[in-house]
C-alpha cells in the first residue's frame, strides 16, 4: 500500500514567518490529510520563536494557534489521530 502525503491549502498570501515548512513536514506524518493556514491577528505577548499550539478540537480534527513575535495565525488540521497523536507529531516536527 502506498503512503499518501497529506494536503497543505496555500490560499492566503502571508503566514506567519517560518510556518510553512514546518506545515510541509506535518503534512508528511501518516494520518494527516489535509492543513489549512487561516486568519493571521496580532498578540499582546511576545513569543520569541515558532510555536505551534493545539487550542480546540474542531470536526474532523484541530485549530492550531502558530505563533511568532506579536503574530498569532490560526491553522486548521483535518485528520482522524488523537489530540495526544498530534501534539507528538508537532514536537516531532518543531524538533527537526
Known amino acids: 500500500m502506498v ?3 497529506g494536503r497543505l491549502v496555500l490560499n492566503h498570501s502571508t503566514h506567519v514567518s517560518g510556518l510553512i515548512p514546518v506545515l510541509e513536514k506535518l503534512t508528511k506524518i501518516d494520518g494527516i490529510r489535509t ?7 496580532r498578540a499582546k505577548s511576545h513569543a520569541p520563536h515558532l510555536r505551534l499550539k493545539i487550542s480546540v478540537p474542531i470536526r474532523g480534527g484541530f485549530k492550531i494557534l502558530a505563533r511568532q513575535g506579536k503574530t498569532v495565525q490560526e491553522v ?3 485528520t482522524p489521530l488523537s489530540q495526544k497523536a498530534v501534539e507528538a507529531s508537532l514536537a ?3 524538533g527537526s
Open 3 to 5: 503512503k499518501s502525503e
Open 35 to 41: 492543513i489549512t493556514p487561516g486568519v493571521i491577528s
Open 76 to 78: 486548521f488540521v483535518i
Open 92 to 94: 516531532q516536527v518543531l
